[in-house]
């Protein structure tokens, strides 16, 4: 199994189906578990969708939460701000860290902190962490979310698709049993993988709340000059 396949050989061979017995063309389909799940990071802009371990280092906003660039977040390692550490919130009340909860796994990417304490403004913020979905078939260990069923069940969707239309790749021209021959465009991905694809994609807020915040205020005050006539 490659190390960013989104699905297993045995559950794909289950699917088209083919019996496990039949060995014939494990080559071919773990080659394309391999390359439909490399597609499908590419398409939703996430190479970092399995659990890994991250050390991001950012600048201050003077505000209270921070968005961190990998997600879900599955736990925080240290976090520093101006070089002192920062220690875990017991209770989200006292004053130290903790990563904001979702019942939408998607959602879990806020780091937060309590007691009145800030991520100064202007100072470097250096935050270890692990984020992202366990590989299906690795072990889930307290904390840790398995990759969405949906998201698994694209990629054979896809690897389906792909599999049973091997003669026609590339293809742009199709014979009827009648023996017409007809003009179609190919599509390389059904609809349904399509929506799972428009589902993960990378949408977060900004990251950039410093920069962001004086930015918006122009704009905002060039729609008005715009719209009163004032200068």
């Given amino acids: 199994m490659g190390v960013n396949d989104l699905t297993q050989l045995d559950t794909l061979k289950q699917w088209l189906p083919i019996s496990t017995a039949n060995v014939n063309d494990d080559g071919t389909i773990a080659r394309l578990i391999t390359s439909t799940s490399q597609d499908f990071m590419r398409a939703v802009k996430r190479p970092d969708l399995l659990l890994a371990t991250y050390n991001e280092v950012r600048m201050g906003d003077g505000g209270p939460g921070l968005v961190l660039y990998h997600w879900p977040v599955v736990s925080i390692t240290t976090l520093t701000i101006a070089g002192a550490a920062v220690a875990a919130s017991a209770d989200k009340i006292e004053a130290g860290y903790y990563v904001d909860q979702d019942i939408d796994p998607e959602r879990v990417f806020n780091l937060w902190l309590a007691g009145g304490l800030n ?7 250096a935050v270890a962490y692990k984020a992202g979905y366990v590989q299906p078939g690795g ?27 091997r003669p026609n790749v590339g293809a742009t021209r199709r014979r009827s049993s009648e023996g017409d021959s007809t003009e179609a465009p190919m599509v390389d991905a059904p609809p349904n993988v399509l929506s799972v694809i428009a589902r993960y994609t990378r949408d977060l807020p900004s990251l950039e709340r410093r920069r962001d915040e004086p930015d918006e205020r ?14």
């Fill in 119 to 125: 991520f100064t403004d202007g100072q470097p913020v």
């Fill in 139 to 165: 072990t889930i260990e307290p904390g840790q979310i398995a990759l969405p069923g949906d998201i698994e069940q694209a990629v054979i969707d896809w690897c389906t698709y792909r599999y049973k239309e």
């Fill in 218 to 231: 122009m704009r905002s005050n060039y729609n008005f000059t715009a719209v009163s006539g004032r200068k």
